[in-house]
């Protein structure tokens, strides 16, 4: 055992290893430098005291595909040294070994790895989500490969494969009958263990005899094994795997709703995406998971559940400047000639790769096909223009296609920009139509709820229109509700203030139906009107419900045109802040909530998890109520 103060200094120079561990992923993985600490932190005592730990040490990492999930546990391995004790398994059961026997069995898989026994190692489960067990229906799902995995995430210790065993033990029964019926003189094939049963037999007995000896064994010899095996008792022949690093790696849907599988996030912002997913909590990710896994299955994996939220805009302008500079550095050293990057190039970039649903890959993708493809045809025109090794060449873009540049001389490369000929609204009349619409929802959000929206942008590349993005709300009462459909009706309020009655568009079709949504929420669910009952449509006679629909019709419209007057009448009387919005929107396609707070000159500064004052409403009741008392 080593002395206090030698175990004090080992710990003090691991604990420095993983530091600069951290720092280094840290420059490597932009965007996630609270998840990197939260991994150094949950695997410390793994790495420090690892004769201390007796049952594996699972992390579980979940999140959109494409945040570096997978690319942070294997740069990991190779940072700490395991590479050579680094398991990484693709849990849809498909990726592995196929045709071979072993790779039914993560402990089959341990067993051909570097991953010794009893020892420490590192295994990655990925793509955990495709592993589900039950249905839609919480039926239960048919699941072939891996049913160890179970017992190797509650506490590492895997029993043999008596199954396996015991298929050899049939195969040795069935060839001793054959033997017994052949005929006098008839020669008979004699049993011989194929070599994946070898070497299932040799790893759950724990032979020490080679392969090929085990292989030769006459069925006598085998049997003389299994016997022993069999009465020596099965618990000392265990597969111990306690101490392994367990990485759980998925991508749960159902965590972010429509979010992950949005077509239109290319005109999402990458922050507001971001700010959505860090909300998300174990609460989600138990959630999520119970609807793929049974309730004890959920339990093994833990509550060391980590959430990378969608990259923000600054982590995707790194990983652009990164990948500028490569790209630039590569090309110089096949050809020669220094590259120098405009700021434009980096925007435009950006502007066609970010998807902040789908994460890195569309923007990789993107970098290839604009500067690789780019680069290399501006160095081929420079050479044959006469540009020397040494020389530079400057390339700039503007929308359209990249522009290299050398001496006087320019040359426009063609490019995938898509999206922003996309997001180009060249008709003056149909951006005047969105701008003015947009900007009335915004205006009247903003006066009715006290803070900007999110987001307004009529620049949209997936969709001919534009759209608000609002703030949640954690409890919507009846007077939200009517300020909901009162901002719903704000753009074709605005167009027929602006362009009058004739000229309203077609544009507030869906806006008409969202808001006669809530109107009939309200009414007809929520108690909100003049009746307090769930007013509903049944086919079920043991449904306990009014279905005098019709009643609730006339109110409806009622509150409908109420809140459409309510929009125009504050649209009318704000309409400098209208039309500054506007021009905003005019000019640049987007307003920020910054911008808008600017133009507006509001101080739209209510808290995002904002409620009505319902705290001070009880303080109100309670001392109205004492003084009651004390009358």
Not at 418 to 437: E, G, I, K, P, S
Request: some cysteine.
């Amino acid at each position: 055992m080593s002395e206090p103060h030698d175990l004090r200094a080992q710990l003090a120079q691991k604990n420095r290893q993983l530091q600069d561990i951290a720092a280094q992923l840290k420059t490597e993985l932009f965007g996630i430098d609270p998840i990197i600490d939260r991994v150094i932190d949950s695997m410390r005592a793994w790495y420090l005291l690892p004769e201390l730990v007796s049952r594996p040490v699972i992390v579980c990492l979940w999140g959109l595909t494409g945040t570096g999930k997978t690319q942070l546990v294997r740069r990991l391995a190779q940072l700490l040294g395991f590479y050579d004790r680094f398991v990484e398994v693709q849990m849809d059961g498909f990726s592995n070994g196929a045709g071979w026997r072993g790779a039914n069995s993560i402990s089959g898989m341990l067993a051909q790895s570097g991953v010794r026994e009893g020892e420490p190692g590192m295994l990655v489960l990925d793509e955990f989500q495709r592993f589900r067990t039950i249905d839609k229906d919480r039926a239960e799902v048919r699941v072939e490969r891996y049913q160890d995995v179970w017992a190797l995430l509650s506490d590492g210790r895997l029993p043999p494969a008596l199954s396996l065993l015991g298929d050899i033990e049939s195969s040795l029964a069935e060839s001793a009958f054959d033997a017994e019926r052949a005929d006098a003189g008839e020669s008979q094939k004699r049993f011989k263990l194929r070599s994946w049963e070898a070497q299932e037999l040799q790893r759950n007995l724990k032979l020490d005899e080679p392969l090929l000896e085990v292989m030769a064994w006459t069925p006598e010899q085998i049997q003389e094994r299994l016997r022993a095996f069999r009465d020596s008792g099965q618990q000392q022949w265990e597969t111990d795997y306690s101490r392994l690093l367990i990485f759980v790696c998925g991508n749960l849907d159902e965590m972010y709703e429509e979010l992950a599988t949005s077509v239109d996030d290319c005109d999402s912002d990458a922050d507001l995406f971001h700010g959505l997913t860090r909300k998300l909590s174990v609460i989600d990710v138990k959630r999520a998971l119970n609807k793929r896994f049974k309730p004890e299955q959920v339990a093994r994996l833990g509550n060391e559940h980590v959430v990378y939220p969608s990259l923000s805009r600054r982590a995707y302008e790194q990983l652009i400047e990164q990948g500028c500079h490569r790209y630039a550095s590569e090309t110089e050293a096949r050809c020669g000639l220094r590259f120098e990057l405009a700021d434009s190039v980096g925007r435009q970039i950006y502007a066609n790769a970010v998807f902040p649903a789908q994460g890195t890959r569309p923007l990789l993708s993107s970098l290839h096909a604009i500067l690789g493809t780019g680069l290399s045809k501006a160095a081929l025109w420079a050479i044959e223009h006469g540009a020397q090794p040494g020389e530079t060449v400057f390339l700039s873009a503007d929308g359209r296609s990249l522009i290299a540049q050398w001496k006087d001389e320019s040359y426009p490369i063609a490019v995938p920009f898509d999206l922003t000929r996309l997001r180009q609204r060249n008709n003056a009349d149909f951006r005047a139509l969105l701008a003015v619409h947009e900007a009335g929802h915004g205006l009247v959000h903003a006066l009715l709820f006290g803070r900007a929206p999110q987001e307004i942008k009529i620049h949209v590349a997936s969709f001919e229109g534009g759209y608000n993005v609002y703030s949640s709300r954690k409890s919507w009462s009846r007077r939200n509700l009517r300020d909901s459909i009162c901002t719903s009706l704000a753009g074709r309020a605005a167009e027929l203030l602006v362009f009058g009655p004739e000229l309203i568009s077609s544009g507030a079709e869906s806006d008409l139906r969202k808001a006669t949504e809530t109107a009939s929420r309200m009414l007809r669910f929520l108690g909100h009107g003049a009746r307090i009952g769930r007013t509903d449509v049944s086919t079920d006679g043991l449904d306990h419900v009014c279905t005098d629909v019709e009643t609730t019709n006339g109110p409806m419209e009622a509150l409908l045109q109420a809140e459409h007057n309510r929009a125009t009448r504050l649209l009318d009387s704000h309409r400098d802040a209208l039309l500054a919005l506007v021009d905003e929107l005019m000019r640049h396609g987007e307003v920020t909530p910054a911008r808008f707070a600017a133009l507006v000159d509001w101080p739209l500064d209510q808290p995002e998890d904002a409620l009505d004052p319902y705290a001070q409403r009880l303080i109100e009741f309670r001392e109205a109520s004492a003084e009651r008392l004390g009358a």
